[in-house]
C-alpha cells in the first residue's frame, strides 16, 4: 500500500508556472505507475498525465503535452507535474495517483488505486 500527499498547488496569475510534487511512503514506489488528475469545480475529474515505474514512459490527456510535464524521481519517492504557461482553465484541485504495475503501456483510462487528497491550483486572469 501507498499513500500519497500532493503539495505545490496555489493562486497564480495567467501565464504562471507552477510545479506539483506527490510525495509517496512506502519502499516500493519504482513498482508503481504514477498519475495526476484535475477536478475543476462543477466538474468531473480528468485524467492529465500518466508515467510509468520507471519514468520512461508518459502519456498525456490531448494537447496538455505542449504544456505539462511529468516526471519522478524513484530515489526521492516523488512524481511531479511541471505546468507552463497557465490559463484560467486550468484552474482544479489536482491529485495525483498510483497503481502498482511494471507495465510500459499508459492510457487515459488505466486504473489506478491509490489517491492522493488533492491540492488546489488557482489561475486568475
Known amino acids: 500500500q501507498v499513500q500519497l500527499v500532493e503539495s505545490g498547488g496555489g493562486l497564480v496569475q495567467a501565464g504562471d508556472s507552477l510545479r506539483l510534487s506527490c510525495a509517496a511512503s512506502?519502499?516500493?514506489?519504482?513498482?508503481?505507475?504514477m498519475g495526476w488528475f484535475r477536478q475543476a469545480p462543477g466538474k468531473g475529474r480528468e485524467f492529465v498525465a500518466a508515467?510509468?515505474?520507471?519514468?520512461?514512459?508518459?502519456y498525456y490527456a490531448g494537447s496538455r503535452k505542449d504544456r505539462f510535464t511529468i516526471s519522478r524521481d524513484n530515489a526521492k519517492n516523488t512524481v511531479y507535474l511541471q505546468m507552463n504557461s497557465l490559463t484560467p482553465e486550468d484552474t482544479a484541485v489536482y491529485y495525483c495517483?498510483?497503481?502498482?504495475?511494471?507495465?510500459?503501456?499508459?492510457?487515459?483510462?488505466?486504473?489506478?488505486?491509490?489517491w492522493g487528497q488533492g491540492t488546489q491550483v488557482t489561475v486568475s486572469s
Open positions: 512506502g519502499r516500493t514506489f519504482s513498482s508503481y505507475a
Open positions: 495517483a498510483a497503481v502498482r504495475t511494471l507495465t510500459n503501456i499508459l492510457t487515459a483510462t488505466m486504473r489506478f488505486d491509490y
Open positions: 508515467i510509468s515505474w520507471s519514468g520512461g514512459h508518459t
